[in-house]
């Protein structure tokens, strides 16, 4: 079939000339005679082409590992120690390259509570009862420093208390070495430890409107932010493991508070992540912090946390996701006591207090807009006497991905009425319906699992 089509081809290109320019039978006879000549060329060349035999195909590259191939050898410490570069085409800069990513996060909060609570100040937001107000404005300044680092700098406003005053604070700023040797990755500076699930998650973007409160006693309504070195390990094994290791200053008041290198805070977490299938996703870690407090007595703080989701095939988002986490505290305190009964405070002991606490929480999400859920807290208090739970539903609406309202209603039930009786009002059994209203300009980075 091939040298029918040269030879029609051949056939086209050479006689169309020839028959224009014959003029007599003479010279066309003489024309045809080389033609003639030509073609059977021609045909005696394709026909040696077609009776060789085609060539060989490639032998397949075995691959390593496979029998008869030996393995190549693991690499030396000099390999492992040299740094690797992650953005092989950063080398091909243009127009922009050096420019960061800006966003802004809203968050806007109020809740509606008894006038009681509100005199006590013993709601969840203390200070702000019946009120609403801006909980968090966020500046985010993210981008690629060079092939080796990234940096984040977030600035954060929000109102405290029954101040209309917003204050302006810096919330984050650190930068990520990311290509160290062995496959680690350093960050510098001030930023939210990654301890336990809550902690490192922003107001914002907290699958509920409130912090649970065993993270509140615990960590304080901040949460744990230092200023400090964080060290990322992830070690080359069948499963995914994830090691970090913290050196910080301290500065956390309510669970430590030396704020110094010469008695540092010192925090670690082991986290690992299971795909159960193609629809099912578990993540599992454990943390720990450890240092002194404000009265230089050694406070350590262990944490467990789980999280699972359910994504049907084809879904763009969970149907149903189940968050957990636990804390327990081992802290020393200054206890003053009335060993001879006359009402005077004669004698000061140091007491060590074991605290635990824990919440979870479960949300399904039936459709793109709408999800609905709740969380059930438990917690004892770090210092004082007793404990609380308490139950939390809402229901979560999102007119685009960038805008989201949630409702919620939230019980607490508490022990004691010491402590949540301040200025003649009455905490210890609170109601309050909270709302939330928050939205997303500009670039916004997306969270872990």
Not at 136 to 163: C, H, K, M, T, W
Request: aromatic share 12%; charged share 20%.
């Amino acid at each position: 079939m091939r040298a029918l089509v040269l030879v029609f081809v051949f056939l086209c290109t050479v006689l169309a000339p020839a028959a224009a320019t014959a003029q007599d039978p003479a010279t066309l006879r003489r024309e045809i005679e080389q033609l003639q000549k030509q073609l059977q060329s021609v045909t005696e060349r394709l026909q040696r082409l077609e009776a060789q035999p085609p060539a060989p195909a490639p032998a397949p590259v075995a691959a390593p590992g496979a029998p008869g191939v030996a393995a190549p050898p693991p690499p030396s410490a000099i390999d492992l120690a040299r740094p690797r570069q992650p953005y092989s085409l950063y080398q091909q800069r243009g127009s922009g390259q050096l420019l960061f990513d800006i966003g802004i996060a809203g968050d806007f909060v109020g809740n509606i509570t008894q006038f009681n609570v509100q005199k006590a100040q013993g709601g969840t937001f203390s200070g702000q009862e019946n009120r609403f107000f801006p909980r968090e404005i966020e500046l985010a300044l993210l981008g690629q420093i060079d092939p080796y680092a990234s940096a984040v700098v977030r600035f954060e406003a929000g109102q405290s208390g029954r101040d209309p005053e917003t204050n302006v604070s810096l919330a984050e700023a650190n930068f990520t070495l990311l290509a160290l040797p062995y496959g680690t990755q350093a960050k510098f500076g001030q930023m939210r430890n990654r301890f336990g699930y809550t902690n490192e998650i922003h107001e914002h973007d907290l699958p509920w409107v409130d912090r649970p409160n065993v993270m509140r006693y615990f960590l304080g309504d901040e949460g744990l932010v230092e200023n400090g070195v964080e060290m990322t390990l992830v070690p080359d094994l069948p499963f995914y493991v994830q090691a970090l290791f913290g050196v910080f200053n301290g500065d956390n008041g309510t669970a430590f508070g030396a704020g110094t290198l010469r008695q540092p805070l010192y925090t670690g977490r082991l986290r690992t992540f299971f795909e159960l299938g193609l629809e099912h996703g578990l993540q599992l870690g454990m943390s720990v912090a450890a240092g002194p407090t404000t009265e230089s007595f050694p406070n350590t703080i262990l944490g467990w946390e789980g999280r699972y989701k359910y994504r049907p095939d084809g879904w763009l988002h969970p149907l149903l996701t189940v968050t957990g986490e636990a804390l327990y505290s081992l802290r020393e305190f200054n206890v003053q006591t009335d060993t001879d009964g006359d009402g005077l405070i004669d004698s000061i002991r140091k007491v060590e207090k074991d605290r635990f606490g824990w919440y979870v929480g479960a949300e399904v999400q039936p459709s793109r807009r709408w999800a609905g859920g709740f969380r059930y807290d438990s917690t004892q208090y770090p210092q004082n006497p007793g404990y609380e739970w308490a139950i939390e539903p809402y229901v979560t609406f999102w007119p685009s991905e960038f805008l989201r309202f949630r409702l919620a209603w939230k019980h607490t039930d508490r022990t004691s009425r010491d402590g949540w009786n301040n200025n003649g009002g009455s905490a210890r059994q609170v109601d309050e319906v909270l709302f939330q209203g928050s939205f997303i300009l500009g670039a916004h980075p997306a969270h872990p699992f």
